[in-house]
């Protein structure tokens, strides 16, 4: 992989961060990107603001002409936010949206260029088990997610033509600082929601911090990026957590449910 230059947004934490050392360890030539600088570090860091046009145009321009080529980009940057969609204010609903739908928007709109005069890439696009099973009083964050999964699968339609392959990786519960940077809508004792959302926040927090190391995601994402057949979505993390995927489209809606809520701590 010494010639194979991958991008990586948001690659200063979580995911993206284990997913720079690992292919850095591979041979791949990593560039990270984030609003906060990682140094020094074994590959190359690049100052990119995914909720900033001409942040990101410059960023990956910059990369394709100091490497001359991309072969892939794993658009990862994101956060999370916490409250009841009756009392979340609308701006960070829409914060939540810029980062995590249009922050990769941005990204592979930037890339794509570059992949089609190279006659192929592969773009991947961190997406969520939270973009397919809706997680109470996390709706925007599934709201982006469930966007991204949409967006994805239109995408790949319109690239295939140009070899550049799409896919989504949907993560579990990973042990990384995405559980203390979460924003959360301050819970207020007289609201009617503050019982349950106390109770499915602590315990969505909870599993986190048990939760898997993000190293084998970071595997798992080599191992697509090398595959000549990639998956159009794959997903990570424990089996008790995946099998929600797959319950979701062959089990009744109602039945489901039922069975989701003690898990989603509803």
């Given amino acids: 992989m010494e010639n194979k230059v991958v991008l990586i947004s948001g690659a ?13 360890s591979r041979g791949w030539q ?56 009756e009392r979340t204010p609308t701006e960070d609903a829409k914060a ?34 939270g973009g397919v099973i809706g997680i109470p009083f996390q709706a925007f964050y599934c709201a982006s997610k469930f966007a991204l999964e949409g967006y994805a699968e239109a995408l790949a339609y319109e690239v295939e033509p140009f070899n550049i392959h799409v896919t989504l990786v949907q993560p579990g519960n990973f042990k990384t600082g995405f559980t203390a940077a979460r924003r959360k809508v301050p819970i207020e004792a007289h609201s009617p929601y503050a019982e349950a959302e106390s109770k499915a926040v602590t315990l969505m927090e909870s599993d ?10 970071a595997k ?17 993390g424990r089996w008790n957590e995946r099998i929600g995927v797959v319950g979701k489209r062959v089990i009744p809606f109602r039945l489901f449910e039922r069975a989701a809520r003690s898990s989603l701590g509803v």
């Avoid at 200063?12 to 292919?23: R, V």
């Avoid at 394709?64 to 990862?76: C, H, M, P, R, S």
């Avoid at 986190?208 to 995601?217: C, K, V």
């Avoid at 000549?228 to 997903?235: H, T």
Wanted: charged share 20%.
């Fill in 12 to 24: 200063s934490s979580g995911l993206g961060l284990a997913c720079a050392n690992h292919l850095n």
């Fill in 30 to 85: 990593v560039i990270g990107a984030s609003r906060r600088v990682l140094s020094p570090t074994p590959w190359n860091a690049l100052a990119m603001d995914v909720d900033d046009d001409s942040s990101v145009t410059s960023g990956v321009a910059k990369v394709v002409t100091e490497y001359g080529q991309l072969d892939a980009v794993i658009a990862n940057a994101g956060w999370g936010l916490a409250g009841a969609v």
């Fill in 96 to 129: 939540q949206m810029e980062t995590n739908f249009f922050g990769v928007v941005r990204v592979v709109k930037a890339a794509l260029p570059a992949m089609r005069e190279r006659g192929g890439g592969h773009i991947v696009i961190v997406s969520s088990i």
């Fill in 208 to 217: 986190e911090l048990r939760g898997t190391d993000p190293r084998d995601a």
């Fill in 220 to 236: 798992a994402i080599e191992k697509i990026l090398n595959d000549n057949r990639p998956p159009r979505r794959i997903s990570v």
